[in-house]
């Protein structure tokens, strides 16, 4: 738990990929810590050029050959759907003497194309999580739908906040709900009146993303 976060802080978290370190450093320089990357390569490339304060946060899904990179660098990781990924993050983990920070990725809209446990199972998978060495469950995280509307998203944030106060009740050794990971550029507002510690924000930050293909801007 960070010192002095209070219940109902939301804590911010700058959504970068695809954009360059200056915009990075520009944003560290306004006062940011905490980025977020959805790709370990990238992650690691902008945590070796920027100040070691920051806290990097790996939002995308992730690779079990692709945890031994990240794990030292990353502050927390949003994205743990399988047991199969907790334990090479354990192994890792505790091969290095460190404790990883994870959070429990849920699919609460049941959506065909999203990673993520189904509500249903989330505690089982935490429970057999909580049992490994070297991590630490601290929360839930979710990717709401992509809507016009962010009132539409509301049901999804409520159904992930009651789902970590049921887990939480159920007093799991090693196992705490301080953060909730939920909420974009589109429904950061809705996500954090629902219970949001952290609101992950790419485009309201650092504008539109061009990916390399189709990349004639700037
Ligand atoms: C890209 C991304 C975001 C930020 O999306 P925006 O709509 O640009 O704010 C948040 N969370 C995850 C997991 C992402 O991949």
Not at 38 to 57: F, G
Not at 105 to 132: D, H
Not at 162 to 174: A, C, H, R, Y
Request: net charge negative; with cysteine; charged share 25%.
């Amino acid at each position: 738990m960070q010192a002095g976060r209070r219940p109902g802080d939301v804590a911010l978290i700058a959504v970068s990929k695809t954009k360059p370190l200056w915009m990075l450093k520009e944003a560290y320089e306004a006062g940011v810590r905490d980025f977020g990357e959805n790709k370990v390569q990238e992650l690691v490339e902008k945590a070796e050029n920027m100040p070691s304060d920051v806290r990097w946060h790996m939002i995308g899904h992730l690779q079990r050959n692709k945890v031994r990179a990240v794990i030292d660098k990353a502050y927390m990781i949003h994205s743990v759907d399988s047991l199969r990924l907790a334990e090479e993050i354990s192994q890792e983990a505790a091969k290095r003497g460190l404790v990883v920070k994870i959070l429990v990725e849920v699919n609460v809209a049941g959506e065909e194309s999203k990673f993520g446990v189904a509500p249903k199972e989330a505690e089982g998978l935490i429970r057999s999580i909580a049992a490994l060495p070297g991590i630490r469950v601290c929360g839930l995280m979710t990717i709401a739908p992509f809507v016009e509307n962010p009132e539409e998203n509301r049901v999804f944030f409520k159904s992930l906040k009651n789902l970590s106060v049921d887990i939480e009740g159920k007093n799991i050794d090693n196992v705490t709900m301080d953060f909730l990971s939920m909420g974009m550029t589109g429904d950061y507002e809705v996500a954090a009146q629902e219970g949001a510690a952290y609101v992950r924000v790419g485009t309201g930050i650092f504008g539109e993303r061009s990916y390399p293909i189709s990349d004639t801007s700037v």
